[in-house]
């Protein structure tokens, strides 16, 4: 599903898929108490959003945001298998080529207009609309026509079988009545925004907090918890002191918090602290429009100039693997005869050789038609795992001759004056992995355009093909056979030295109750937490 595809990794160790086999050292529990309403969460955020409206952000803090303000015709289960959302049900055609959505009926809008299937063909037109800067139009122009016959009917017909066709139904509707018309890139509810979702927006206060505050009329219920508010906090140690605190209930430690500095009787006591691998990856990724990386051999010399498991170890604390693709270990989509490139700096000067770096600078720099062979890494503040990522990789890249500076930039100002604009020489990052494994928007050749998620500007006409053929097969054995070989491509290409796959480390106050660990993660019934009456604090 394209819009889990999203960079801030603080935010998706929260909400990442994890099992029980996964699960390590189940905190102990306070009782159960009575369910009751009331009480706030203050989550602890790195990144501030960029935007509210979902169709137009691209990073994962304005997503978490949204995701709790607007709702999708789908979502995923606890189990994560597709359920209704907005949807109460769907018919799949014979053919697979169309999809009749039969909406709830008396959802309302957070400003009490009722939610109508005019909502989601005005999600559908605005999202394919090419005056609409989204990432996200791809998987909507595959539909040949769309219809609403009634006002709790919606049908879609594809031109051709599309496999993610109803997972895509998992993006956020947005309210036709205030938006139809008008020009969305200007519109007040990117900072204030209008939903169906179990909570409504109450403020923002820039780079300090958000506030959310449950919507009674909400179709599920109203949420137990009376508030939700994300603290914006760019430094992780800053928020690590908060949560202890007091000042924080909710956060993703870090390696070394979550395995010498919460284990403690006090902190068990105050806190449920939980493990699992996180269905995300981080990555080294190369501007391949830099003429320094259009040879692919100095990518591979990248690749095994360096240690993953050193990374691993000494950011990590061993608290995540090795990462050779975009697709989960352990998942269908995943080619297991996929080797890792392998720590060895002699195989990395020959390649480097071979590609003309071969004289030696004063400073031990390798030199070619009279340049240093020299980048800088770019990565977001307040994410200490990266930053010690790039550390490492900048002291073992100086040993074979690279000369490697690291920058690091406050989020939205790395998004916006440098990704967006595709002003950078390599970028240490993150992506989530989604539950369909089409990965067209961040590897096809077409997505490279400003906002878009190519935007190392990878081309490979294999790559392309095989990504089409993925999308266009139910058959989930055609698929997976595509994405192995395309996995296979990558390993090659090195368009991204893939680092590591990391744990998710989240820790929550122990007074919230209701929290059940599930292959969905901890957040997907968020609206049944609670808090009894004797233990609320806000």
Known sequence: ??????????????????????????????????????????????????????????????????????????????????????????QVSPDGLTITFHLRKGVKWHDGVEFTSRDVLYTYRVTVDPKTPTAYAEDFKQVKTAEAPDPYTFRVTYAKPFAPALASWGMGILPAHLLEGKDITKSELSRRPVGTGPYRFKEWVAGQKIVLESYHDYYEGRPYIDRYIYRIIPDNSTMYLELKAGGVDLMGLSPVQYARQTDTPEFRSRFAKYRYPASAYTYLGYNLKNPLFADRRVRQAIAHALSKDEIIHGVLLGLGQVAVGPFKPGTWAHNPTVRDPGYDPVR???????????????????????????????????????????????????????????????????????????????????????????????????????????????????????????????????????????????????????????????????????????????????????????????
């Open 1 to 90: 599903m394209t819009l889990r595809w999203i960079g801030c990794l603080l935010a998706l160790l929260l909400v990442v898929s994890c099992s029980g086999e996964d699960r390590a050292r189940a905190p102990a529990v306070r009782g159960p108490g009575t369910p009751a309403y009331g009480d706030a969460i203050v989550v602890g955020t790195i990144g501030e959003p960029s935007n509210l409206l979902p169709l137009l952000a691209s990073d994962s803090a304005s997503h978490e945001v949204a995701g709790n303000v607007f709702n999708g015709l789908v979502r995923y289960d606890k189990n994560l298998n597709l359920e209704g959302e907005l949807a109460e049900s769907w």
């Open 348 to 538: 990395a000067s020959h390649l480097l050789a071979e590609a003309g770096w071969r004289a030696t600078g004063p400073d031990g720099i390798l030199m070619k038609d009279g340049k240093p062979l020299s980048f800088t890494i770019l990565t977001n503040q307040g994410n200490d795992q990266r930053l010690k990522t790039a550390q490492i990789i900048q002291r073992r890249l100086r040993k074979v001759g690279i000369d490697v500076k690291i920058r690091v930039l406050e989020w939205a100002s790395l998004l916006t004056n440098f990704i967006d604009k595709r002003n950078f020489d390599a970028l240490i990052m993150g992506w989530t992995i989604p539950q369909d494994p089409d990965i067209f928007d961040v590897w096809h050749s077409s997505k490279t355009g400003p906002k878009e998620l190519n935007f190392v500007g990878f081309k490979n006409d294999e790559v392309d093909r095989l990504i089409e053929e993925g999308r266009r097969t139910f058959d989930q054995e055609k698929r997976r056979r595509c994405y192995w070989r395309i996995q296979e491509i990558l390993a090659q290409e090195q368009p991204y030295t893939f680092l590591y796959v990391p744990d998710a480390l989240p820790a929550v106050s122990a007074r919230f109750r209701g929290i059940e660990p599930a292959p969905a993660g901890i957040m997907y019934n968020f609206i049944r937490w609670y808090v009894p009456k004797e233990e609320q604090v806000h």
